[in-house]
């Protein structure tokens, strides 16, 4: 079934360890995405990329970087974790910019 | 700037209709709504353009004011699966890629 794989689901990290969340899509979207969900503040940017070899910054791109190398893989590196990266990341992807924007099942990140 | 939605919850009886907004301080060129289940991923509803559109399917439909820079979703006779939070996210022009996300309104339809 084609979508967005998104892993882990889970993980409980120490402050201070390097960590990467893996999105990988086989719907050949031009455009990939990363938010983070917190409680009552919806779904924030973290980075974009509109097309391989390109990536831009989001709302909130402090503590985290991404790249993409190739059309079907978006990670999301956290260089040194920190408590307050605590949160729910979802990966998303569209066709092309301000196109319809589906959505992995999140990967739940706690740091401790 | 995040768009803001009201109201931030509201309950239902299967069978009643709701009203959900999202305004925003900046002028608009197009919103997406997307709807959420708890511990799901959000799935994509609609986009409206700017042009004052209004789309639908089923009996969820929305409109856009691009004059008041507002969109609403109206969700019509609601069924238990309607239930869930609603987000809806803006583009304020077309040539960006950067969605701002309203906080979400949460909607509970009871039997």
């Known amino acids: 079934i084609a979508g967005i794989t998104q892993a882990p689901t889970s993980q409980i990290l120490a402050a201070g360890r390097r960590m990467t969340l893996r999105c990988t899509q086989d719907?050949?979207?031009?455009?990939m995405y990363w938010y983070r969900q917190d409680l009552g503040l919806g779904l924030r940017l973290i980075h974009y990329?509109?097309?391989?070899?390109?990536?831009g910054k989001g709302e909130v791109p402090d503590g985290y970087s991404v790249s993409r190398a190739n059309t079907d893989d978006f990670p999301l590196t956290l260089a040194s974790a920190v408590p307050s990266q605590t949160s729910v990341y979802f990966c998303a992807s569209s066709e092309g910019r301000g196109q319809p924007q589906h959505f992995g099942d999140g990967t739940r990140l706690s740091i401790l | 700037q995040q768009p803001v939605q009201s109201p931030q919850a509201v309950i239902l009886r299967e069978g009643e209709d709701a009203v959900i907004n999202c305004s925003s301080s900046?002028?608009?060129?197009?919103v997406h709504w997307y709807r959420q289940k708890h511990g799901e991923a959000p799935i994509f509803l609609m986009i409206?353009?700017?042009?004052?559109e209004q789309k639908g399917h089923d009996k969820i439909s929305a409109s856009f004011n691009e004059k008041k820079q507002q969109s609403s979703l109206y969700l019509t006779a609601s069924q238990l699966s309607y239930s869930g939070t609603y987000f809806c996210g803006t583009l304020y022009n077309n040539a960006g890629n950067m969605l701002t996300f309203g906080g979400g309104t949460r909607l509970m339809v009871k039997p």
């Open positions: 409206l353009l700017k042009g004052g």
């Open positions: 990329s509109n097309t391989a070899g390109t990536t």
């Open positions: 900046k002028a608009l060129y197009s």
């Open positions: 719907m050949r979207h031009n455009a």
